[in-house]
């Protein structure tokens, strides 16, 4: 078998150190975590061999039934920031902040299992993750999680799919490292990565088109009109159901990923979480040259009130995302397609 060249997931967190030395407590997290994601990758090759892996079971902070892997890896996340310089997480699977070591300088917020509607059908799943400063916040047990995520010293996520990949962040770059299952070892395949400022290419869940608010209706229908249409050119559509996914596809090809808020009951804010899943998305996505949005504002700009805050998200190439925003900076009380959003949209020249 063929060694692979490239530099080590470790080798690349001591060049990060030695660049910052500020990032040392950062660097051993991310091996913390690294090596547990190396053990929920061989829990999800093994499929149902390892058991009904989408055996559902009590319910997750977010209302969702956890299935039997939603369990596995946050107990193997959990164990292995335990072992790391964090003093507090915030997970999905848990309802409330986790205390691990009060006297570590930092907090880790995180997805341990995303696209978990992916289990037991052979399809994607994966992990995302952001860390941040822990501060001290008196008798505010979220303290450390009510900042900007401008304050995120590092974010990444993995993939779960026919390859591994650790995607990862220290405000220096983006980067994707594959594992090496022969040795165990996460190797660096794409450095650096530049995020096209333009792709034709957009991710968005078309089965909630109905309930979409009227600027993203227009923009997904400009789109969908092709060449025929004010964008000028065709679109393809892609949507997997496991963020991470759509967002390492974003990485290396371009184009924008959607999750809106919409007018059903209890999806203003959408359902992706701001602290462990938008706001890594968005470090990560900046740190390669992409943008992201919820509509309004930038995202690392948002300050969560509470560990399980939900955030539209709009992510990805740069002139893409500016296009959805001009969408939105024309809504208006006469909603649906009225004289702004004509028969030649937005964007009409």
């Not at 401008?150 to 962040?169: C, I, K, L, R, W």
């Amino acid at each position: 078998m063929t060694k692979l060249t490239g530099s080590s997931l470790d080798e690349h967190l001591d060049t990060e150190v030695a660049r910052d030395a500020g990032l040392a407590d950062t660097a051993a997290t991310i091996r913390a975590l690294a090596a547990a994601a190396i053990d929920v990758s061989e829990t999800v090759g093994r499929g149902a061999l390892a058991g009904d892996l989408g055996a559902q079971g009590e319910h997750n902070s977010d209302g969702d039934v956890q299935k039997a892997l939603d369990v596995i890896a946050h107990k193997r996340f959990m164990q292995a920031l335990a072992e790391a310089p964090v003093a507090e997480v915030a997970s999905e699977e848990a309802d409330d902040v986790v205390v691990l070591n009060l006297d570590a300088p930092l907090a880790v917020a995180i997805d341990p299992l995303d696209g978990s509607s992916n289990i037991g059908v052979g399809m994607v799943v994966g992990t995302i993750f952001g860390i941040r400063p822990k501060v001290a916040g008196g008798e505010d047990p979220n303290a450390s999680f009510k900042t900007p995520g401008t304050t995120q010293t590092a974010a990444g996520f993995v993939v779960y799919g026919p390859a591994t990949t650790f995607v990862v962040t220290l405000g220096n770059g983006t980067r994707i490292f594959t594992l090496d299952r022969a040795e165990g070892v996460f190797r660096l395949t794409h450095d650096a990565l530049t995020v096209v400022p333009s792709a034709n290419e957009y991710a968005i869940n078309a089965s909630n088109a109905r309930h979409w608010e009227a600027p993203i209706k227009a923009f997904i229908e400009d789109c969908q009109r092709g060449s025929e249409g004010p964008r000028d050119r065709d679109f393809n559509m892609r949507w997997t159901a496991a963020l991470v996914a759509d967002a390492q596809r974003v990485l290396i090809r371009g184009g924008v990923f959607l999750y809106p808020g919409d007018n059903r009951k209890g999806y203003a804010q959408g359902r992706l979480r701001l602290l462990y899943e938008t706001a890594p998305m968005a470090f990560l996505m900046e740190q390669a040259g992409g943008a992201a949005t919820d509509g309004q504002g930038r995202i690392l700009e948002l300050v969560a009130s509470k560990i399980h805050e939900r955030s539209p998200l709009v992510f990805g190439s740069t002139e893409e995302v500016a296009c959805v925003a001009k969408y939105y900076d024309g809504r208006h009380p006469a909603a649906g397609r009225s004289p702004l959003f004509g028969q030649r949209g937005l964007m009409r020249s």
